[in-house]
């Protein structure tokens, strides 16, 4: 009995501060993003580096300007000869990078699920047992 409320509380814990941590990821990410107020299209020129690192060189344009972006924070096999959307900053127009939704909800959302699931666990743990 004592093993099964240890777990139980536990594995709700841990959810609870799981949700909490993935809450804290995605307004973090969309604080980081929020400070590009800036956006245009871009597309990968070109990739450098080894085969199992490819860097993105993205080229983009800004009021008829062209610029290059190295972004070494997300290597995007899947978007080449696709348009990519790159966030800059107006004072700066060097200052950019690739937006992706993904970078923004989809880590968040993850944890978000794991966290709901072990909450839910361990509060099935609590009322039901083994």
């Known amino acids: 009995m004592k093993n099964k409320s240890f777990l139980s509380a536990s594995m709700l814990i841990f959810g609870i501060i799981t949700i909490l941590a993935s809450i804290y990821i995605y307004y973090d990410k969309s604080k980081q993003f929020a400070e590009y107020d800036g956006e245009t299209k871009g597309q990968i ?4 580096g080894s085969i199992s690192n490819k860097i993105p060189v993205i080229s983009y344009k800004v009021s008829s300007e062209s610029y290059i972006l190295i972004d070494s924070s997300k290597a995007i096999n899947s978007m080449q000869n696709k348009e990519i959307t790159v966030l800059y900053k ?22 978000f699920i794991i966290g709901v699931f072990c909450a839910i666990f361990g509060f099935i743990i609590f009322k039901v047992g083994f």
């Not at 020129?45 to 450098?48: D, G, H, N, T």
């Not at 950019?96 to 944890?111: E, K, P, T």
Request: proline share 0%; glycine share 4%.
């Open 45 to 48: 020129v070109e990739y450098i």
């Open 90 to 111: 107006s004072d700066n127009v060097t200052d950019a990078r690739i937006y992706d939704n993904y970078q923004v909800w989809g880590v968040a959302l993850s944890i």
